[in-house]
């Protein structure tokens, strides 16, 4: 049974920074791309950072760019977000995916919602202003 677990969310002031984990169990790593999306408040889910299999080729979502740094170590089947100079708008529910396809497939094309892939719970991330 595959398993995808969050941590790492809170509530944390405008300016400030939080580290995401998601770590997979029943699937081996680094045959997927990874990936981290996030949904706010009557908004549709959102694609933030994905990355391959090997972690040489990522994708952030503009308003990340600069700010969030996506990485993972297959070795723990984990893949991090650094978050920096989070935002008011940053708050959301933060989700990893796991999808058996190239990086670009997991974020711009299948995403969430679509039965596909593997997904977590998820963790809720709140920055006040």
């Known amino acids: 049974q595959v398993q995808l677990v969050e941590s790492g969310g809170g509530l944390v002031q405008a300016g400030e920074s939080l580290t995401l984990s998601c770590t997979a169990s029943?699937?081996?790593?680094?045959?997927?791309?990874l990936g981290w999306f996030r949904q706010a408040p009557g908004k549709e889910h959102e694609a933030i950072s994905c990355?391959?299999?090997?972690?040489?080729?990522?994708w952030y979502e503009d308003s990340v760019k600069g700010r969030f740094t996506i990485s993972r170590d297959n070795a723990k089947n984990t893949v991090y977000l650094q978050m920096n100079d989070l935002k008011p708008d940053d708050t959301a529910m933060y989700y990893c995916?796991?999808?058996?396809?190239?990086?670009?497939?997991?974020?711009?094309?299948?995403?969430?919602?679509?039965?596909?892939?593997?997904w977590g719970q998820g963790t809720q991330v709140t920055v006040s202003s």
């Open positions: 990355i391959d299999w090997n972690g040489r080729r990522t």
């Open positions: 995916g796991a999808l058996e396809a190239d990086l670009m497939t997991l974020c711009t094309v299948v995403g969430m919602g679509r039965g596909l892939g593997y």
């Open positions: 029943g699937l081996s790593a680094d045959d997927y791309a």
